[in-house]
């Protein structure tokens, strides 16, 4: 068993950051195995013949990404803890991924694969400058298969940290972290359980950084000592809205209508008027239409939180779920 053990200093200073390199780390993944996951068939189908040929035509590509896929350890030069919190920029990431000597990305290779389940070609490691070829390869995944959608990706990280910090508020960090995995990971006052693996535990000081993305999957930790972070899958990752029944049997959509009922859906995890355009891919007047009659109607309830406001299901609106079976925590 592998814990993250923190100092009293370090749960004084958790923190959540947004990390464009784990979003690009996690959706090349996705990519790179058999989709297994309903809820994100179509980006997968969509994306996957652009993934291939992009690996056929890229030799360190189609050596690295199987293996980052397939292994029980990244290479550090992958992981790396976002530096700037939730204004981390990829560019940042990637000239810290450029600064590595080849000597260490070799190293962290050969660890990852040590540590895979599946066999994989490592020749490629005899090239130069590997550095900037791999900051490249993952700039090129971002440009291809991240930023066009990046936007939406955002707004669901965003909503789930503030769902987060909702529970770090009012129950504190132990239900926050708890609430990550399906499992209970909280080791006594103050300690984390990474992995079942008998690695070294990790002694945290600084602060641990939560950071969320939107594919599915495990957790994987980032070390640049003192800086750890921990990078989980986000609440509610996909935005594909639940489709109404071809049978006639979604009972919310009959009584809100379509729109409204996707709404109403979403704001399980509170979310701004902006966030939910970008979820469900609608305009901000169609959205801001939707909530206007969800309120008037007592389904949902908005706090004004800065120059934002914060809709989420009232009480009212979380009966009406629970009596339809629709609730999903």
Not at 3 to 25: G, K, Y
Not at 316 to 323: D, S, Y
Request: with cysteine; aromatic share 8%; proline share 5%.
């Amino acid at each position: 068993m592998t814990l993250l053990q923190l100092s009293p200093n370090a749960l004084a200073h958790c923190r959540f950051a947004i990390s464009p390199l784990a979003e690009t780390v996690g959706a090349l993944i996705t990519l790179q195995r058999r989709c297994t996951d309903p809820a994100s068939a179509r980006w997968h189908a969509k994306h996957r013949p652009a993934y291939r040929r992009w690996l056929d035509a890229n030799p360190i590509a189609a050596a690295l990404l199987p293996l980052i896929a397939t292994t029980k350890r990244f290479p550090d030069m992958i992981a790396i803890p976002p530096e700037h919190g939730m204004n981390t920029r990829l560019g940042a990431e990637l000239a810290l991924m450029a600064a590595f000597g080849d000597d260490d990305i070799r190293a962290g290779v050969r660890a990852a694969a040590a540590a895979s389940w599946k066999t994989h070609r490592l020749d490629w490691l005899e090239q130069q400058h590997l550095a900037a070829r791999t900051a490249e390869l993952f700039d090129e995944g971002w440009r291809q298969f991240v930023e066009p959608d990046w936007s939406r990706r955002r707004a669901v990280l965003e909503r789930d940290i503030m769902y987060r910090a909702g529970l770090l508020a009012a129950y504190g960090w132990k239900h926050a972290v708890e609430s990550m995995k399906q499992r209970s990971v909280w080791v006594g006052d103050n300690a984390i359980r990474f992995s079942n693996q008998h690695w070294p535990d990790r002694i945290i000081d600084e602060g641990l950084i939560f950071v969320p993305r939107t594919t599915t999957g495990g957790w994987w930790t980032c070390e640049r000592a003192p800086r750890y972070a921990l990078v989980y899958c986000a609440y509610g990752p996909h935005a594909e809205p639940t489709a109404p029944d071809l049978d006639g049997t979604d009972a919310l959509s009959t009584l809100l209508g379509p729109g409204r009922s996707r709404i109403a859906r979403q704001l399980q995890t509170p979310a701004t008027s902006t966030q939910l355009a970008h979820t469900l891919g609608q305009s901000l007047g169609t959205v801001s239409s939707h909530l206007a009659v969800l309120r008037d109607a007592g389904t949902i309830v908005g706090t004004r939180v800065g120059r934002s406001v914060t809709y989420r299901l009232s009480e009212q609106g979380h009966q009406l779920l629970q009596l339809l079976g629709e609730c999903s925590h």
